[in-house]
């Protein structure tokens, strides 16, 4: 069973940036596809970036790419999404996921069985 728990979200504004950590235990996320989702009030989940289980191939959705950067440290079990330029409509909680098989649709939040509880990212304008 892997556990995730995300941490790093909180209140900031306009421009500004953020680090999230998602910390996985119960086992060793290298060799896994790792992903970030959030989700804003009255809206549905929604993809935001994907690491490759190699590790080498990302992928991020439109409206964060050139702001976020997702990234692993092996050592430390732990995966990081890095937010600059912040904007309002980054608003959302944010959420970090990861599979046991290692292809998968990285885009979609029904491919990932483990998911963390979630951690509240807040941009005021």
């Known amino acids: 069973q892997v556990q995730l728990v995300e941490s790093g979200g909180g209140l900031v504004q306009a421009g500004g940036s953020l680090r999230l950590s998602c910390v996985a235990s119960?086992?060793?996320?290298?060799?896994?596809?790792m992903g970030w989702f959030r989700q804003a009030p009255g809206a549905e989940r929604e993809f935001v970036a994907a690491l490759s289980w190699t590790g080498f191939s990302t992928l991020y959705s439109d409206s964060v790419k050139g702001r976020f950067t997702i990234s692993r440290d092996n050592a430390r079990n732990t995966v990081y999404l890095q937010m600059n330029s912040l904007k309002p409509e980054d608003t959302a909680v944010y959420y970090c996921?990861?599979?046991?098989?290692?292809?998968?649709?990285?885009?979609?939040?029904?491919?990932?069985?483990?998911w963390g509880q979630g951690t509240q990212v807040t941009v005021s304008s």
């Open positions: 996921a990861t599979d046991s098989r290692r292809n998968i649709v990285f885009t979609r939040s029904s491919e990932y069985a483990y």
């Open positions: 119960g086992r060793t996320i290298a060799g896994y596809a």
